[in-house]
């Protein structure tokens, strides 16, 4: 397959250095999701005020520690973009190589619109915040940014399937079919929970590191 893409004399130098900067890139979509999760966590627990029963973790860019959040915000937009990047690289030319990168993409950058337009004080956080406020111009931005990129990463997970189905993994694409489902249904609950609607969230971001973790070990047609 490499003879078919470059130059016979460039095939060995060039093919190994291709994947071992793909699979680096790929790193970034691997451990975005994990890092962000453990990163707000581990905040909700030490901030005053901060209840994961009634905040979402999005609240946790406001107040004086906030820039940790936002700056969690930008990291993890910067390593889903370069996990996109890495996909690009390893499904060129083969099942979901166009859309797949895009749509991880999207979903990268729409944390970066997150911490750009921060989420709403409300539900008693930050600490002294009253239960109910008037949705900001922001706010609603931010609502609209988190709304994109999870629809980007659903639609994501639904073109992934065909490259795990492609390379002989049918379960990991059943799964895949399936994660936008659970996924939609926690932000369809947040109403009522907002746990539900956190539970959606992390798990979509768990299943694209381990869909680009499987991918990036994967045999590439490259």
């Excluded at 659970?182 to 299943?207: K, N, Y």
């Amino acid at each position: 397959m490499i003879q078919t893409l470059i130059a016979p004399q460039n095939a060995v130098p060039v093919a190994p250095a291709f994947r071992l900067a793909a699979r680096r890139a790929l790193l970034g979509g691997v451990v975005a999701g994990p890092l962000f999760l453990l990163a707000g966590i581990a905040q909700g627990f030490a901030r005053d005020g901060f209840d994961f029963t009634r905040n979402a973790i999005s609240q946790l860019a406001l107040g004086e520690a906030g820039w940790i959040q936002t700056a969690n915000f930008l990291l993890t937009g910067a390593l889903l973009i370069a996990g996109a990047a890495g996909l690009r690289r390893v499904l060129r030319g083969g099942a979901g190589g166009t859309w797949g990168p895009v749509l991880v993409g999207v979903f990268g950058a729409s944390f970066w619109a997150a911490a750009l337009f921060p989420a709403d004080a409300g539900a008693g956080f930050p600490e002294g915040t009253a239960d109910t406020t008037a949705m900001s111009g922001h706010g609603a931005a931010h609502m609209l940014a988190g709304m994109v990129g999870y629809l980007a990463l659903c639609a994501a997970f639904l073109v992934l399937a065909r490259p795990l189905s492609a390379r002989g993994h049918h379960r990991w694409a059943r799964v895949s079919r399936l994660a936008p489902v659970i996924v939609l249904a926690g932000f369809m609950a947040s109403a009522a929970s907002v746990l539900a609607f956190t539970a959606g969230a992390g798990l979509g971001l768990c299943w694209l590191a381990a869909v680009t973790a499987r991918l990036a070990t994967a045999r590439t047609n490259q």
